[in-house]
């Protein structure tokens, strides 16, 4: 059952940036940590990119650290996901999800969106 919602994904040139927002009407967001994840074309989905705490507390993956910020915009009820440099390898569907735990285990997430699009041509 979808919860999350994810936009800002498309098509951008190597080296450009994205931002992604996730959002939910169907409760607030700071109650929970907020993870990104993402699945290549023909791959399996990987394990998280980055994650955010109630309390704001975060924690990258070292294939994004240093590109990618995640933050709260608590007054929009939204996570974003700032992409910066990014990279052909960078192309996949990103998904945002949420937890009550603050966890790297994707099964541990109890709300998900259907996903946005991020490709990144040469």
């Known amino acids: 059952q979808v919860q999350l919602v994810e936009s800002g994904g498309g098509l951008v040139q190597s080296g450009g940036s994205l931002r992604l927002s996730c959002a939910t009407s169907r409760f607030t967001l700071d109650n929970y940590a907020i993870g990104w994840f993402r699945q290549a074309p023909g791959k399996e989905r990987e394990g998280v990119l980055c994650i955010i705490s109630s309390d704001g507390t975060t924690w990258y993956d070292g294939t994004v650290e240093g590109r990618f910020t995640i933050s709260r915009d608590n007054a929009k009820n939204t996570v974003n996901l700032q992409m910066n440099n990014l990279k052909p390898e960078d192309t996949a569907i990103y998904y945002c999800?949420?937890?009550?735990?603050?966890?790297?285990?994707?099964?541990?997430?109890?709300?998900w969106g259907q996903g946005t699009q991020v490709t990144v041509s040469l």
């Open positions: 999800a949420a937890s009550k735990l603050w966890t790297v285990r994707a099964d541990l997430y109890d709300y």
